[in-house]
């Protein structure tokens, strides 16, 4: 598991993915509405659940490419990994034939 897994679901409770952002107080659902997971959510419940069509999601789909454009630092939370440098074989080590 890495580091990202758990703010990536805490992000997600937030933004109403483990359940509706209706249930929970206003400030709640304002805070929610800082992550993508909220906007994704609302734009998901209105075409499934209410029949809406793409014209009506708009406002939310350009607020998620506007979150996509944003800095890219939350998109990498974890450092990459560096390679291991190589480290050479002892000449003890080496079979003679």
């Not at 800082?34 to 075409?47: K, Q, R, S, V, Y």
């Not at 998109?75 to 080496?94: D, K, N, S």
Request: with cysteine; charged share 15%.
């Amino acid at each position: 598991m890495t580091r990202c897994s758990p703010v990536g679901i805490a992000l997600g409770m937030l933004g109403g993915t483990m359940w509706p952002l209706e249930i929970v107080p206003q400030a709640m659902r304002t805070v929610g509405h800082l992550t993508p997971h909220a906007w994704a959510m609302d734009a998901f419940i209105a075409l499934m659940g209410k029949g809406a069509d793409l014209a009506s999601i708009a406002p939310q789909i350009a607020i998620l490419l506007a979150l996509r454009r944003g800095p890219r630092a939350s998109r990498h939370l974890a450092a990459p990994e560096q390679p291991r440098p190589l480290t050479p074989v002892p000449p003890t080590t080496v079979l003679a034939r």
